[in-house]
């Protein structure tokens, strides 16, 4: 039986365990290898895709290091997103503060890079000696001509569900300040996808088949300019909605703009995300667009999909993800490969989140909240899982026991959202289940000897 | 082209109208940075100790960073623990969160050890993490309690290289025993080394008959076997008995040209305990490497074993065989300090020039240690420590290198040049088996020339009019 610590024990529900209960939302426990990150990690990811963005990270070197270059969302243009930005404080700007070099900083890269606007990562130490860094970026802007943008994102305040928000507040300051001329009723701004492996480009090519303009994409191959108009836009469609929903809803407030929650993940969360968008705009030309390329798209994909599923079907997956809405798709993606879903746990959900994974999950099914590396060990080993889903923390755990895994993170550079990344999925599923090496893993030496 | 290569583009244009091949201009923010915080190298050491875990008082998202890091590199589960501050440990102190930390991990991970480093918020809102381990230690003075080491790694003092230094010293001022019972055992702090490196190093002194202590010793805590049941902490590391033992050694063995000067673990154990330090430069290249082997000769007082002999003539025939193809070259090498003046002293004394030696550390002791080891280069040296990739990027514009030597993160200049990066060091997060590169001794410098020469061979081939098959 796994181990799990006292004060995480309600952080861990086996489906059939009545009533229903988590814990969720809170402060990682002290010393239990949380696998989330921070505040900073939070904005750093929501923003990172903006390319034609500066993005300055304010504080000691480290922040900036970890996060250079390291997520697979592309650019259709400037790269700009791709460098890393540090005031990389010392010991005197600890002391006597750090507000002239950032300023400094701002100045030069911005007249070498000429990006249409900055954003100013605060992490932990610009918080706590307090830099006002709002001043800066405003005296900043006001010399250079572009937006400057504080993120409060000072890794101690709170999770990284709070830097989703502290970045959706940077973004919405951005939102409504350029003329939304030119854009037509049936119009939506994407939010949510990150374009990693320029996976948004085949989103937007579905749309635009449909008959329906993409204002903004927020933020994968993301530009300040589509930003700054996306308040034209007609409908908001939020996938990851952990972090983007902050900004869904704000703009609701202030613009009047609706949203729909949606998953690109998956045939069944991609065809609903298309013919829900269809229905929004009430135009049956559009939902007969929709369905001539839904199934056009399925026709294309299923063969390749039930070759696959033939190999796989029977096995036994776990999911262990930052947000849990993505957690829904892959389950319901497994579903499509006749594999079952034994665990699944997410770094941030919220109890909705898991009350709805509950319900989708079948008996005896593991949900966790904020898991550790023992635990998923133990997790692993106890159900004796055949395919593990989660990022580069978590792939070493798998691959030490002789499990299967499939990335499903920022860093990946495949693409597995749509039609085709379906595909794409199911041949990675694929190539780590069906791999020889396992038999000299002891795991399946074992299995085999039964 | 990227909005930054253009700017850059624009920016070499406009040198060239000048006529004179000035420094790109100086920026007070670091772009690109060639180097990690401090934690990181502290993590690392600690990992290296059998039955430790290592473990950051400070924000959450610190021992997040990190791992993905470490493990992105080395293909090992990592685990970091960390205290986790809230809002209110901020403000009020991490006191707590600290001790709950260390309690958990007690329980979870059932240590000998925990190393704690401390991260910039700690120490910016001055903690007393060693009045705050102290109480711990008392308070649970009746349970069996993990051997605490603490370490100061602010993230604005130094690099992950000082981080990874001051684990070292802080491990063995911890735990060597004031009254040290006389041990025939060698102490070897190889510094930040790889995994290969770490078991070549253990063989060669086996070899000479010396038992050692290798401290850190991640050889096998990150770069083990598969395993059917998951290690709550890997097997391996260095024997926390054997550091206790560090202060009755017959001699100490320390690498880094660049830190000679430093209180290091190797001159505490000196001053402190009169423990010989022996405090040489990364063996790389024959001279290094020479210089290596006579002082373990000096310490065992035996000759150098014949396998080693014949492992460095055979080194030395191959530099015969492949002159022609390196001699003139012109190389970048970047890195770790250390590591850097190391590949210097191998470039050197085969004939490639070093164009261009960069660092993200700022020892102050580079510029010093590279004209100690390469007093003969052929060609004109220049010499960056505290520079990042992206001031590395345009110098290299400027100065048209046949190749790059360094980690993976100067893929993106080798890229823009057309130009072969030859992989070392920490880290190699763009091909398999980063952890398992031999970089040190003869082996590894016959590793390292025979990757230089064919990078360089393959270049040519790739790039030449036609395609011969005999070179």
């Given at each position: 039986?796994t181990?799990?610590?006292?004060?995480?024990e309600?952080?861990?529900?086996?489906k059939?365990?009545?009533?229903?209960?988590?814990?969720?939302?809170?402060?990682?426990?002290a010393g239990?290898?949380?696998q989330?990150?921070c505040?900073?990690?939070?904005?750093?990811?929501?923003?990172?895709?903006?390319?034609?963005?500066?993005?300055?990270?304010?504080?000691?070197?480290g922040?900036?290091s970890?996060?250079?270059?390291?997520?697979?969302?592309?650019?259709?243009?400037?790269q700009?997103?791709?460098?890393?930005?540090?005031?990389?404080?010392?010991?005197?700007?600890?002391?006597?503060?750090?507000?002239?070099?950032?300023f400094a900083?701002?100045c030069?890269?911005?007249?070498a890079?000429?990006?249409?606007?900055?954003?100013?990562?605060?992490?932990?130490?610009?918080?706590?000696?307090?830099?006002?860094v709002?001043?800066?970026?405003?005296?900043?802007?006001?010399?250079?001509?572009?937006p400057?943008?504080?993120?409060?994102?000072?890794?101690?305040k709170?999770?990284?569900?709070?830097?989703?928000?502290?970045?959706?507040?940077?973004?919405?300051?951005l939102?409504?300040?350029?003329s939304?001329?030119?854009?037509?009723?049936?119009?939506?701004?994407?939010?949510?996808?990150?374009?990693?492996a320029?996976?948004i480009?085949?989103?937007?090519?579905?749309?635009?088949?449909?008959?329906i303009?993409?204002?903004?994409c927020?933020?994968g191959?993301?530009?300040?300019?589509?930003?700054?108009?996306?308040?034209?836009?007609?409908l908001?469609?939020?996938?990851?909605?952990?972090?983007?929903?902050?900004l869904?809803?704000?703009?609701?407030?202030?613009w009047?703009?609706p949203?729909l929650?949606?998953?690109?993940f998956?045939i069944?969360?991609m065809?609903?995300?298309?013919?829900?968008?269809?229905?929004?705009?009430k135009?049956p030309?559009i939902?007969r667009?929709?369905?001539?390329l839904?199934?056009?798209?399925?026709?294309?994909?299923m063969?390749?999909?039930?070759?696959?599923?033939?190999?796989?079907?029977?096995?036994?997956?776990?999911?262990?993800?930052g947000?849990?809405?993505?957690?829904?798709?892959?389950?319901?993606a497994?579903?499509?490969?006749?594999?079952?879903?034994?665990?699944?746990?997410?770094?941030?959900g919220?109890?909705?989140?898991?009350?709805?994974?509950?319900?989708?999950?079948?008996?005896?099914?593991?949900?966790?909240?904020?898991?550790?590396?023992l635990?998923?060990?133990g997790?692993?080993?106890?159900?004796?899982?055949?395919?593990?889903?989660?990022?580069?923390?978590?792939r070493?755990?798998?691959?030490?026991?002789?499990?299967?895994?499939?990335?499903?993170?920022?860093?990946?550079?495949?693409?597995l959202?749509?039609?085709a990344?379906?595909?794409?999925?199911?041949?990675?599923v694929?190539s780590?289940v069906?791999?020889?090496?396992?038999q000299?893993?002891?795991r399946?030496?074992?299995?085999?000897?039964? | 082209?990227?909005?930054?290569?253009?700017?850059l583009?624009?920016?070499?244009?406009?040198?060239?109208?000048?006529?004179?091949?000035?420094?790109?201009?100086?920026?007070v923010s670091?772009r690109n940075?060639?180097k990690?915080?401090?934690?990181?190298?502290?993590?690392?050491?600690?990992?290296?100790?059998e039955?430790?875990?290592?473990?950051?008082?400070g924000s959450?998202?610190c021992a997040t960073?990190?791992?993905?890091?470490?493990?992105?590199?080395?293909?090992?589960?990592?685990?970091?623990?960390?205290?986790?501050?809230?809002?209110s440990?901020?403000i009020?102190?991490?006191g707590?969160?600290?001790r709950?930390?260390?309690?958990?991990?007690?329980?979870q991970?059932?240590?000998?050890?925990?190393?704690i480093a401390?991260?910039?918020?700690?120490?910016?809102i001055g903690?007393?993490?060693?009045a705050?381990?102290?109480?711990y230690q008392e308070?649970?003075?009746?349970l069996?309690?993990?051997?605490?080491?603490?370490?100061?790694?602010?993230?604005?003092?130094?690099?992950?290289?000082?981080?990874?230094?001051?684990a070292v010293?802080?491990v063995?001022?911890?735990l060597?025993?004031?009254?040290p019972?006389?041990?025939?055992h060698?102490?070897?702090?190889?510094?930040?080394?790889?995994t290969?490196?770490i078991?070549?190093?253990?063989?060669?002194?086996?070899?000479?008959?010396?038992?050692s202590i290798?401290?850190?010793?991640?050889?096998?805590?990150l770069?083990?076997?598969?395993?059917?049941?998951?290690e709550?902490?890997?097997?391996?590391?260095?024997?926390?008995?054997?550091?206790?033992?560090?202060?009755?050694?017959?001699?100490?063995?320390?690498f880094?040209?660049?830190?000679?000067?430093?209180?290091?673990a190797?001159a505490?154990?000196?001053?402190?305990f009169?423990?010989?330090?022996?405090r040489?430069g990364?063996p790389?290249?024959?001279n290094?490497?020479?210089?290596?082997?006579s002082?373990?000769?000096?310490?065992?007082?035996?000759?150098?074993?014949?396998?080693h002999?014949?492992?460095?003539?055979?080194?030395?025939?191959?530099?015969?065989?492949?002159?022609?193809?390196?001699f003139?070259?012109?190389?970048?090498?970047?890195?770790?300090e250390?590591?850097?003046?190391?590949?210097?002293?191998l470039?050197?004394?085969?004939?490639?020039?070093p164009?261009?030696?960069?660092s993200?550390?700022?020892?102050?002791?580079?510029?010093?240690?590279?004209?100690?080891?390469?007093p003969?280069?052929p060609?004109v040296?220049?010499?960056?420590?505290d520079?990042?990739?992206?001031?590395?990027?345009?110098?290299?514009?400027?100065?048209?290198?046949d190749?790059l030597?360094?980690?993976?993160?100067?893929?993106?200049?080798?890229?823009?040049?057309?130009?072969?990066?030859v992989?070392?060091?920490f880290p190699?997060?763009?091909?398999i088996?980063?952890?398992?590169?031999?970089?040190?001794?003869?082996?590894g410098?016959?590793?390292?020339?025979d990757?230089?020469?064919?990078?360089l061979?393959?270049?040519?081939?790739q790039?030449?009019?036609v395609?011969y098959?005999?070179?």
């Amino acid at each position: 039986m796994t181990d799990i610590l006292h004060e995480r024990e309600r952080q861990v529900y086996r489906k059939g365990a009545e009533p229903f209960q988590i814990d969720c939302e809170k402060q990682s426990a002290a010393g239990s290898v949380s696998q989330r990150a921070c505040v900073f990690c939070g904005s750093r990811v929501v923003l990172y895709p903006i390319a034609d963005a500066l993005h300055v990270v304010h504080g000691p070197i480290g922040c900036a290091s970890y996060t250079w270059d390291i997520r697979g969302a592309r650019s259709s243009g400037p790269q700009l997103h791709r460098l890393s930005f540090s005031t990389d404080l010392q010991e005197m700007d600890v002391i006597r503060g750090g507000e002239k070099k950032l300023f400094a900083a701002l100045c030069e890269l911005i007249d070498a890079h000429h990006p249409k606007a900055a954003f100013v990562y605060a992490t932990c130490i610009a918080g706590i000696i307090g830099d006002d860094v709002n001043a800066i970026c405003k005296q900043a802007s006001e010399a250079k001509g572009i937006p400057v943008l504080p993120v409060h994102s000072e890794g101690f305040k709170g999770t990284k569900k709070d830097g989703y928000r502290a970045a959706c507040e940077a973004l919405f300051q951005l939102i409504g300040t350029a003329s939304p001329e030119g854009i037509v009723p049936t119009s939506v701004n994407i939010l949510g996808d990150f374009n990693l492996a320029g996976e948004i480009w085949m989103i937007r090519e579905y749309f635009e088949r449909m008959g329906i303009q993409v204002v903004a994409c927020i933020t994968g191959d993301g530009r300040v300019n589509d930003i700054r108009r996306a308040h034209g836009a007609a409908l908001n469609l939020v996938q990851c909605s952990g972090s983007m929903m902050y900004l869904a809803k704000s703009m609701k407030e202030r613009w009047g703009t609706p949203f729909l929650r949606v998953s690109y993940f998956g045939i069944e969360d991609m065809a609903q995300a298309l013919y829900d968008t269809a229905r929004f705009f009430k135009d049956p030309e559009i939902m007969r667009r929709t369905q001539e390329l839904v199934h056009q798209e399925i026709d294309k994909v299923m063969p390749q999909i039930n070759q696959y599923r033939r190999d796989v079907q029977g096995k036994k997956a776990g999911i262990y993800v930052g947000g849990a809405f993505k957690a829904f798709s892959l389950v319901r993606a497994l579903r499509l490969l006749d594999m079952k879903t034994v665990l699944v746990g997410s770094q941030t959900g919220s109890r909705e989140d898991y009350d709805q994974l509950r319900e989708l999950c079948d008996e005896g099914t593991i949900i966790v909240d904020d898991s550790n590396p023992l635990e998923l060990a133990g997790f692993l080993q106890e159900k004796e899982v055949d395919l593990f889903i989660g990022g580069v923390k978590e792939r070493p755990i798998a691959y030490k026991l002789g499990v299967g895994f499939c990335d499903h993170n920022h860093e990946r550079k495949e693409a597995l959202a749509g039609f085709a990344g379906m595909v794409n999925f199911a041949r990675e599923v694929h190539s780590t289940v069906m791999s020889p090496v396992w038999q000299f893993t002891s795991r399946r030496r074992k299995e085999m000897a039964v | 082209m990227s909005a930054d290569t253009s700017a850059l583009t624009n920016m070499t244009a406009s040198l060239n109208i000048l006529q004179k091949p000035a420094a790109p201009p100086s920026y007070v923010s670091t772009r690109n940075a060639c180097k990690l915080c401090a934690p990181l190298g502290a993590s690392l050491v600690f990992r290296g100790i059998e039955g430790a875990v290592p473990f950051l008082h400070g924000s959450q998202g610190c021992a997040t960073y990190m791992r993905r890091y470490i493990i992105s590199h080395f293909r090992e589960p990592m685990d970091i623990a960390a205290s986790g501050f809230s809002e209110s440990s901020a403000i009020f102190g991490g006191g707590e969160n600290l001790r709950r930390g260390l309690q958990n991990v007690s329980v979870q991970y059932k240590p000998s050890m925990i190393g704690i480093a401390t991260t910039c918020l700690c120490e910016t809102i001055g903690e007393d993490v060693a009045a705050m381990v102290r109480e711990y230690q008392e308070a649970q003075i009746d349970l069996p309690t993990p051997q605490l080491v603490h370490v100061s790694t602010p993230s604005y003092i130094g690099t992950h290289v000082d981080g990874f230094h001051a684990a070292v010293r802080s491990v063995v001022a911890t735990l060597a025993t004031p009254e040290p019972e006389p041990s025939h055992h060698v102490n070897l702090f190889p510094g930040m080394v790889s995994t290969a490196d770490i078991r070549y190093l253990k063989e060669i002194a086996e070899d000479f008959e010396l038992s050692s202590i290798v401290l850190p010793d991640y050889s096998e805590t990150l770069d083990g076997p598969a395993l059917d049941a998951y290690e709550r902490i890997p097997a391996g590391g260095t024997p926390i008995q054997g550091i206790r033992s560090a202060a009755g050694a017959r001699a100490s063995i320390e690498f880094g040209r660049s830190i000679r000067q430093r209180d290091t673990a190797a001159a505490f154990l000196e001053s402190t305990f009169g423990v010989r330090a022996h405090r040489l430069g990364l063996p790389i290249g024959i001279n290094e490497t020479d210089r290596f082997f006579s002082t373990l000769k000096d310490i065992a007082d035996r000759p150098v074993p014949r396998q080693h002999e014949m492992e460095r003539g055979r080194l030395i025939d191959s530099y015969v065989d492949g002159h022609k193809y390196v001699f003139g070259k012109r190389a970048i090498v970047y890195g770790e300090e250390d590591l850097v003046v190391g590949l210097a002293a191998l470039l050197a004394e085969i004939g490639i020039i070093p164009v261009l030696c960069a660092s993200g550390g700022k020892s102050g002791a580079l510029r010093q240690a590279i004209t100690e080891i390469a007093p003969s280069s052929p060609g004109v040296t220049e010499v960056c420590d505290d520079t990042d990739f992206m001031s590395i990027g345009e110098k290299a514009k400027l100065l048209k290198p046949d190749l790059l030597i360094g980690n993976s993160k100067g893929y993106g200049i080798a890229r823009d040049l057309g130009i072969p990066l030859v992989r070392v060091g920490f880290p190699i997060h763009d091909r398999i088996g980063g952890q398992r590169i031999l970089h040190l001794g003869y082996r590894g410098t016959q590793q390292l020339f025979d990757r230089i020469v064919n990078a360089l061979l393959e270049h040519k081939q790739q790039t030449a009019e036609v395609g011969y098959s005999y070179l």
